[in-house]
C-alpha cells in the first residue's frame, strides 16, 4: 500500500528550501505523536474535532499518514459506525506541506483503502466540498447520516450553527 510520491508530480516546491518526498502508509504506533500535531493544527483552527493519543492510538489501523523523511505531513481516517456507515475523518496536510497534492494522495490511498475492506460506501461532513467532490464524492443530506449526528455532532462548538456539507462516495 506503501506509494513514493516525488515533488515534481505535484509542480513546484518549496517545502523546507527542498525538494518533497512523500510515502503515503498505514500508520503505525510512532506516528501517533506526529498525528496529534496535526490534528490538533486544526482543531485550533476550529476545522476538526479533537481527536485524543489515546483515541488514535486505539483505531490505529483506521489511520493512513503522509511522511515526508520521518516527519507527519498528512493523516486521515476511516471510522465504522455500527450500522456499518463509514466515515472519512481527520484529514489534515501541514500549513506548510499545502498545495502540493498530499490531501489528493491521502484520498486516493484511503478509498483504495475502503475498496479493499470492501466498504460500499464513504461520506465526511466537510467545508472543503470542492475537494471532495474532485475525489468522486456527492454532496447529500446531512440527514441521511443520524448515527454520525448523534454520535459526535452533539460535542462541536459550532453544532447549532454548522457550516459543513456532507458529502457521499459510493464505491
Known sequence: MARLMRAAEAG??????????????PAAAGDVPGIVRLVNEYVRRGDLLPRSAENITAGLNNWLVAEDRGRIVGCVSLLRYKSGLVEVRSLAVDEGAQ??????????????????????????????????????????????????????????????HCDETAVVLDL
Open 99 to 160: 498545495g502540493l497534492g498530499i490531501g489528493r494522495w491521502l484520498m486516493d490511498a484511503l478509498i483504495e483503502e475502503a475498496e479493499r475492506r470492501e466498504i460500499p460506501t464513504l461520506f465526511a461532513l466537510t467545508r472543503a466540498v470542492g475537494f471532495f467532490e474532485r475525489c468522486g464524492f456527492t454532496v447529500v443530506e446531512k440527514d441521511m447520516f443520524p448515527e454520525k449526528v448523534w454520535a459526535d455532532c452533539q460535542f462541536c462548538p459550532v453544532r447549532h
Open 12 to 25: 513546484p516546491v518549496d517545502f523546507k528550501m527542498r525538494p518533497l518526498a512523500v510515502m503515503v502508509r
